[in-house]
Every structure is written in structure tokens, then in C-alpha cells.
């Protein structure tokens, strides 16, 4: 739930916490909502959440992935 609140009203200064918990955290629900979150809060200028997100479509949890991608699609929609 922490995850997925810094995404809903953290701006750019939670992008560091969720980068953290997609690449870290041992929950993989933890890692799913941190991925949405970046999904709506990074810009394409965010080359370390990009590279996070990417290393995220490399799981074995397919709800991950797919958290992951639709993250980087959601980016690429903003920053064309």
C-alpha cells in the first residue's frame, strides 16, 4: 500500500523510494505496485527507472511483467 500511495501523491522525490522497492523488495506484490506507481509518476527522462522497469519484464512473476510493461508504456505515452 506504501507503494502504491507515493505513487499517488508522491511526485518526482518518491521516484528513488519506488526505483528501491522494484528492484529490492522481497514481496513480489511490493515490486508489482512499485512498478504501477513509477509507471504513472517517471518521464523518459528517468533513465533509472527505465532500466529498473526493464530488468522487471526479466521475472519470473508474470503480473510483474505485465506491471512493468504497462509502466513503460504508460512513460512512453507521456514522452513520445
Do not use: C, M, W
Not at 521516484?15 to 518521464?43: C, F, K, M, Q
Not at 527522462?45 to 530488468?55: C, F, S
Request: no cysteine; hydrophobic share 40%; proline share 2%.
Amino acid at each position: 500500500q506504501a507503494a502504491r500511495g507515493l505513487g499517488r501523491i508522491g511526485g518526482h522525490d518518491s521516484i528513488d523510494l519506488l526505483t528501491n522497492a522494484l528492484s529490492t523488495d522481497r514481496s513480489e506484490e511490493v515490486r508489482r505496485e512499485a512498478a504501477l506507481a513509477l509507471g504513472r509518476i517517471a518521464t523518459s527522462q528517468d533513465t533509472k527507472v527505465i532500466e529498473a522497469l526493464r530488468n522487471a519484464t526479466l521475472s519470473n512473476d508474470p503480473y510483474l511483467v505485465s506491471a512493468a510493461e504497462n509502466a513503460l508504456a504508460n512513460i512512453n505515452s507521456r514522452n513520445p
